[in-house]
């Protein structure tokens, strides 16, 4: 079985990456996080495809479910006090577990709840996207204020997690758009070998799978792993895993969320930074084949057209890196090697001017 | 200046307790907790009085005041949600501070504010009740649900807590019961000479001034500070803080909160817990002598007659310590020294029966 160990302050866990894990879950939870009752919150579109033979593989049988509807419309208050009151309801207690199964959103959601439920009870995750991958590792988990996307959370690390790559083969391209930036942002900051193979393997999003898929998303929850056991509460080098994100946050902020996947968002937002690595180091970081790559796996690289220059900024300035009107922006000094960096209002306009066309 | 130092695993802070410290908060304030941006979470209350006094200590500009209403009923999702945007209008970063000024109340939701946003930011609280004194110690920050106190929340440790006995000499009777007999709990559980003191220097609960107020609120702060610091996590003897707390939620709970106060609740509870000790360990801890000093204070020992037996254990078996249908109760072994044991619903049922007079 393929494992990553991710090692935190508090605690110690694996991410579990196995095809077909998924038919084994329930007895694997049971082993590794047992407890007395289970509530198991799951995304709606999950449910119907999966629920039922989920819940076959537990021996154990108050596993309570919770249904979730689709979409990062969930990451609000009004789900977050819902399912704390059915936590209530099915009397969990502080030896109960939580699995959420589903994607980032679920996982966000269901950790923020178990992360305060009685202040804190145990949860596993059980990802179901490509993005969750991403989220899945790092114990951040949040919900989002209406203005503020992931405003209001805290770390909160699970016991385990259970990633089955054949739930990817039904994913809709866009989803994998989304998930496959992260991988390659996680290359592009922390390792130039695996952006190589990633490079020559990679030739179109719909033909990665198998032993391929399972090593990709493995090296990057790796890499990831390395990071953030590094720095748990991202006071420092964990900073850098927001390559790409400051203008893709922006992005999904101003167009909506939901109307751009995130990863989709941080892709441009990672052209860019790529574009303002190679001018502000005065280095070629082969930005040009990149971006070229990118579109030729059906990404859009530029900053849509609809959006303005000083809304942007305007969102970059409400980061949560942000402080006192600099803000600390990601960038590469080589490829595989990142650095964050201070970069003032001015200079973002300049370069955002530049990068959508000179007007 | 008095000073109680709390050491937690993330972090050491002082309990300040002064008279007229309220005069230099902002200075003291800004010199322990530096921030660009403060944001006064601040009872209504405490608001008329005390509000415009409060902000002419600081030199610091930019203090943005969120007045929020008084009583157990604001530890709601709703005001959670209102203040956590109110964080974000006043555009509060990671290195801001949240300042809570008021009781209980205001200190465990602008706790659980500040350690949510952005995934925890500073907080500092100066407390207005003396109940507050014993809240303002151990980090533990919480809203309620609808059916269940203090069930969302989780462990947020402030950077100062600034106490001003002062403040008390305004408070109801009523407020004194409540705070009181969290200090009384303290000397039960851990300090048979500070039970001693209390017994002989408090014969009224509106004669309590001065020195004698300072040490009383100096000593029950320092044993709380040293259970804590023992076990942050209540994953052990900490569970002690809870002696006469497990009959008192239940009766909170069903009496509706406000309706008692959660101090005179409490001591009902303890009343409770100190007859179950002396039968169920065959000890005399003088229990009808403590009640009678109870009773001579203006406290109610009795379970209120309203409330049924079947109701009250099944708030107690919601109890966050409830496992699997047996309460792990805070007992006295001798006056001064609590133990935790095992109580199954059926010994409760029949020292609740005696207690409420046998029908």
């Known amino acids: 079985m393929m494992k990553v160990n991710v090692c935190t302050d508090k605690k110690t866990y694996d991410v579990v990456i196995e095809q077909g894990v998924l038919n084994q879950a329930g007895s694997i939870i049971e082993k590794v996080a047992p407890a007395s009752r289970y509530m198991l919150i799951v995304d709606e579109q999950v449910a119907t495809h999966y629920l039922e033979s989920f819940l076959q593989t537990f021996t154990q049988t108050a596993v309570h479910v919770s249904v979730v509807p689709s979409g990062e419309q969930s990451k609000s208050f009004a789900q977050y006090e819902r399912l704390l009151n059915d936590c209530f309801e099915y009397q969990l207690d502080r030896s109960s577990v939580i699995i959420a199964f589903g994607g980032g959103v679920i996982g966000d959601l269901a950790g923020f709840v178990a992360g305060t439920y009685m202040r804190g009870i145990s949860f596993v995750q059980v990802p179901t996207t490509l993005l969750a991958h991403d989220s899945s590792v790092g114990g951040k988990v949040a919900i989002n204020l209406e203005k503020g996307k992931n405003m209001v959370g805290l770390f909160h690390q699970p016991e385990l997690v259970l990633y089955d790559p054949q739930l990817l083969q039904t994913l809709p391209e866009k989803e994998w758009r989304s998930g496959f930036a992260e991988i390659v942002k996680m290359a592009f900051i922390a390792d130039r070998d695996f952006l190589t193979w990633l490079e020559e393997e990679v030739d179109s999003l719909t033909s990665i799978e198998g032993e391929s898929l399972v090593r990709m998303i493995e090296r990057a929850v790796a890499l990831k792993a390395r990071i953030v056991q590094q720095d748990e509460q991202e006071l420092g080098i964990r900073g850098m895993l927001n390559f790409g994100h400051t203008l893709g946050h922006a992005i999904e902020a101003e167009l909506g969320y939901g109307a751009v996947t995130h990863g989709e968002a941080v892709l441009i937002g990672m052209a860019f930074a790529l574009k303002l690595s190679e001018r502000k180091h005065n280095i070629d970081l082969a930005s040009d084949r990149y971006i070229a790559w990118f579109q030729s796996l059906g990404y859009t690289v530029q900053i849509p057209s ?54």
């Open 306 to 359: 609809s959006l303005e220059i000083t809304d942007l900024l305007s969102q970059m300035m409400k980061d949560k890196k942000a402080r006192h009107g600099t803000l600390h922006y990601v960038l590469l000094s080589a490829l595989g090697k990142a650095t964050i960096e201070p970069i003032t209002a001015e200079e973002l306009v300049a370069e955002l001017t530049v990068e959508k066309g000179g007007h």
